[in-house]
């Protein structure tokens, strides 16, 4: 059984920061990719960074520039740092890895989400 937690969302003013965590757990053999998507109200799930395990990452055009996407692989845990926040960037975040557990081959898992919201 594999569990992803994200912590760190909440209310933040436009131009605000906030710092997203991910932490996998349970008897995994290997994470591989890594990655956040976000879910507006009446929106479909987007994605918002990915990284691989050696480090390589992908943005979306929005976020690009603002957001970092990094990992701790001794930690299996990932994290979003999101700076200069607008009210659009307003979601319910999840994150996302590919994982191997022991016996078995990778599988993609999703956390439950934490909300992110900006207004002043």
């Known amino acids: 059984q594999v569990q992803l937690v994200e912590s760190g969302g909440g209310l933040v003013q436009p131009g605000g920061s906030l710092r997203l965590s991910c932490a996998a757990s349970?008897?995994?053999?290997?994470?591989?990719?890594m990655g956040w998507h976000r879910q507006a109200p009446g929106k479909q799930r987007e994605l918002v960074a990915t990284i691989t395990r050696s480090g390589s990452t992908n943005y979306a055009d929005s976020v690009k520039g603002r957001f970092t996407i990094s990992r701790d692989n001794n930690k299996r845990t990932v994290y979003l740092q999101m700076n200069s926040l607008k009210a659009v960037d307003s979601a319910i975040y999840y994150c996302?890895?590919?994982?191997?557990?022991?016996?078995?081959?990778?599988?993609?898992?999703w956390g439950q989400g934490t909300q992110v919201i900006v207004s002043s």
């Open positions: 349970g008897s995994i053999f290997r994470v591989n990719d």
């Open positions: 996302n890895a590919d994982i191997q557990l022991y016996g078995s081959i990778p599988k993609d898992s």
